[in-house]
């Protein structure tokens, strides 16, 4: 089988390939976020010459009252907005909890410090089909195809990768571990239509495998990659 080779999101080139001869051909074709369960509170660095912290607050009852404190400093109550956040901006560095207001719904949590920035630049992104492996299939009936992608680069770091099929519609974003140079990313699952008889074309489906802007670094994507399928007789 042939690799499809990425491309910058703002252009994706088309390619063609084989998948997997012979249980089937390959060839290129044209191409909210919720709130945690729990409260979450993070510590981020205002940055520049300042040592001041902004308080990032998720996952509280919506419009929730809770009561922000420093350790040996002061005490403030405030109000989380509709999806349960808050940011209070540029307060001094420091130990900070949060908690309900005056014994409210919720838990109590602990400020912790932000991640660090993610270090990874993608340079490539792969994509191969790699089922179903068998010579022919029933094409009177949907049938998975299943993708799986190959990512190489430098850094390591967790990355949200995007899958996307655009004759079907189906979307995944999956968030996995990138240690590099390559790593191989979560399976892709798509179903090709079923035909409702073989003079029909035999069905076809396609993915693609998109990566994201990591902090400065462009996003790169493979090549759209369809999946003709080989039908058993009859069918």
């Not at 010459?49 to 040996?72: D, E, L, M, W």
């Amino acid at each position: 089988m042939n690799r499809q080779r990425r491309c910058a999101l703002v252009a994706p080139l088309l390619a063609s390939a084989m998948a997997l001869p012979p249980a089937m051909a390959a060839q290129a074709a044209p191409s909210t976020e919720q709130a945690p369960a729990s409260p979450v509170c993070q510590l981020q660095p205002v940055g520049g010459a300042s040592s001041n912290v902004n308080v990032v607050i998720t996952g509280f009852p919506s419009n929730q009252k809770i009561t922000i404190s420093r350790v040996g400093g002061r005490t403030s109550d405030v109000r989380v907005d509709a999806q349960g956040s808050l940011t209070a901006k540029n307060l001094r560095d420091g130990t900070y909890n949060v908690k309900p207001h005056n014994g409210g719904r919720g838990s109590s949590v602990s400020c912790k410090d932000a991640p660090a920035p993610v270090s990874v630049n993608i340079a490539e992104a792969d994509l191969v089909a790699t089922k179903p492996d068998t010579p022919t299939v029933n094409c009177n009936q949907a049938t998975p195809v299943t993708f799986e992608g190959t990512l190489t680069g430098t850094g390591a770091g967790d990355i949200k990768v995007v899958w996307i099929s655009p004759d079907t519609g189906k979307r995944s974003e999956p968030t996995m571990k990138f240690t590099g140079p390559s790593t191989k990313t979560p399976a892709f699952v798509v179903n090709a239509p079923a035909r409702a008889n073989p003079a029909e074309p035999r069905p076809t489906v396609k993915a693609q495998l998109l990566v994201p802007r990591q902090g400065s670094e462009q996003g790169v994507s493979s090549a759209v990659f369809t999946v003709t399928l080989h039908c058993a007789a009859g069918t």
